[in-house]
Every structure is written in structure tokens, then in C-alpha cells.
């Protein structure tokens, strides 16, 4: 009997044997019969690039670009405006406070400008004292180059009157000059303009200072 059993264990172990090994084995599954192994791809997946975040971004800017465009063309407009605007009040403003009839302006030019060089000016009107100007490197450039300078602009009322105007400055071989100009003018109802001009004379090579009215 003892040897019968042992026969049946011996028997057993010889036909389960190769299933436990199978079992034992790391990695490896058993499948029915009936059914075949399919390979599966262990390669990450990869995928088509899309441009679908840079459309995003550039939709996004573009709005922002076109508003900005906008508003400086808005604030170049308004810029513009209020030149025009203070203008028309400077212009006003001046009407308001030197009318026609009574307003006085006098401007100053130089011609070449060799012989003299101007440092001050000052300007009467009937005896009195209505401006005083020193001049500038700058501002004498600027006159050099064709620049009118509006020296005064006032009001005097109608009549006869006496404008003098007195330049000084060094002139040839460097003396100083102190000359004057005197111009009796008659002021009517229109507005009055007259200019000081300093003018080179070739001949003696000295400055000569003119004082014309404007018709």
C-alpha cells in the first residue's frame, strides 16, 4: 500500500511539474489555447505638431497692437488740436489786449552782421523806456541765419510819436559801439509794425542801424 502511494505522488509530480515552472517563471502568462499573443509597441506615442497656441498668441496680440495704433493716432490728433487751440487763444488774446487802433509792434533784424555785434537793445517810445533785450549766441544765430525777432508789440494811442532805439555792442577792431536811431511815426487806426534793422556798409566797413515802418 505504502508503495502504491508513493508511485501516485511520483506520478503527480512529474505532470504538474511543468506547469508550476511555467508559473514560476517572472514575465510570463499562460492564454488559452484559443487565443494568439498580440505584440504591443512600448515606443511613446508621438504627435503631430500644431500650431494651434501660436494662433492662440498671436489672436491675442494682434487686438492689443491695432488698439494702441489707435490711440496714438488719437493722441496725435488731440496733440495737434490743442497747438491749433492755443493759437487762436494767443491770437485772441492779443486782439483782446492790443487792438487794431491802437497797437504798436516793432521788429528787429540782421543783415550779414560783420562789422557789429550785437549785445543789447533798448527801445523808447515817446521818452519812455518799453524794452530791453541781451542777446544770446544762440539768439544772434538765430538772427544771422534770416530770424526776425519781435522786439515789442503795445499800444500807444493815435497821433505823432517818437521811437528811439539804441544798440550797443563791439564793432570793427573790436570798440564798443553805442549808436542810436530815432523815427517819428504817426499811428492811425490800422496797427502799426516797424523794424530795427542792423545793416553792414561794404564801404566804410561800419554798421549802420535802420529803423523803417512796414506798410
Given at each position: 500500500m505504502k508503495q502504491i502511494?508513493?508511485?501516485?505522488?511520483?506520478?503527480?509530480?512529474?505532470?504538474?511539474?511543468?506547469?508550476?515552472l511555467a508559473l514560476a517563471e517572472p514575465g510570463t502568462e499562460t492564454l488559452p489555447e484559443n487565443v494568439s499573443a498580440v505584440p504591443v509597441s512600448t515606443s511613446p506615442?508621438?504627435?503631430?505638431?500644431?500650431?494651434?497656441?501660436?494662433?492662440?498668441?498671436?489672436?491675442?496680440?494682434?487686438?492689443?497692437?491695432e488698439k494702441r495704433r489707435t490711440l496714438d493716432a488719437r493722441v496725435q490728433s488731440l496733440k495737434k488740436e490743442v497747438k491749433a487751440l492755443n493759437r487762436d487763444l494767443f491770437i485772441l488774446e492779443e486782439e483782446l489786449l492790443f487792438p487794431s487802433n491802437t497797437q504798436v509792434a516793432v521788429f528787429l533784424s540782421i543783415d550779414v552782421g560783420d562789422f557789429f555785434r550785437l549785445d543789447s537793445v533798448q527801445l523808447k517810445i515817446d521818452d519812455i523806456v518799453v524794452a530791453n533785450h541781451l542777446y544770446t549766441k544762440r539768439e544772434l544765430g538765430a538772427l544771422k541765419r534770416g530770424g526776425v525777432q519781435r522786439l515789442y508789440i503795445g499800444n500807444v494811442k493815435s497821433g505823432k510819436h517818437e521811437l528811439i532805439a539804441l544798440f550797443s555792442g563791439p564793432g570793427p577792431n573790436n570798440r564798443e559801439y553805442r549808436r542810436g536811431s530815432t523815427i517819428t511815426f504817426e499811428k492811425t487806426s490800422a496797427t502799426k509794425y516797424m523794424e530795427l534793422k542792423i545793416v553792414d556798409v561794404t564801404g566804410n566797413y561800419q554798421p549802420e542801424f535802420v529803423v523803417k515802418e512796414w506798410e
Amino acid at each position: 500500500m505504502k508503495q502504491i502511494v508513493i508511485s501516485v505522488l511520483l506520478a503527480m509530480s512529474l505532470w504538474l511539474g511543468p506547469a508550476m515552472l511555467a508559473l514560476a517563471e517572472p514575465g510570463t502568462e499562460t492564454l488559452p489555447e484559443n487565443v494568439s499573443a498580440v505584440p504591443v509597441s512600448t515606443s511613446p506615442v508621438q504627435s503631430e505638431p500644431s500650431d494651434a497656441p501660436e494662433q492662440t498668441i498671436e489672436a491675442a496680440v494682434k487686438p492689443k497692437t491695432e488698439k494702441r495704433r489707435t490711440l496714438d493716432a488719437r493722441v496725435q490728433s488731440l496733440k495737434k488740436e490743442v497747438k491749433a487751440l492755443n493759437r487762436d487763444l494767443f491770437i485772441l488774446e492779443e486782439e483782446l489786449l492790443f487792438p487794431s487802433n491802437t497797437q504798436v509792434a516793432v521788429f528787429l533784424s540782421i543783415d550779414v552782421g560783420d562789422f557789429f555785434r550785437l549785445d543789447s537793445v533798448q527801445l523808447k517810445i515817446d521818452d519812455i523806456v518799453v524794452a530791453n533785450h541781451l542777446y544770446t549766441k544762440r539768439e544772434l544765430g538765430a538772427l544771422k541765419r534770416g530770424g526776425v525777432q519781435r522786439l515789442y508789440i503795445g499800444n500807444v494811442k493815435s497821433g505823432k510819436h517818437e521811437l528811439i532805439a539804441l544798440f550797443s555792442g563791439p564793432g570793427p577792431n573790436n570798440r564798443e559801439y553805442r549808436r542810436g536811431s530815432t523815427i517819428t511815426f504817426e499811428k492811425t487806426s490800422a496797427t502799426k509794425y516797424m523794424e530795427l534793422k542792423i545793416v553792414d556798409v561794404t564801404g566804410n566797413y561800419q554798421p549802420e542801424f535802420v529803423v523803417k515802418e512796414w506798410e
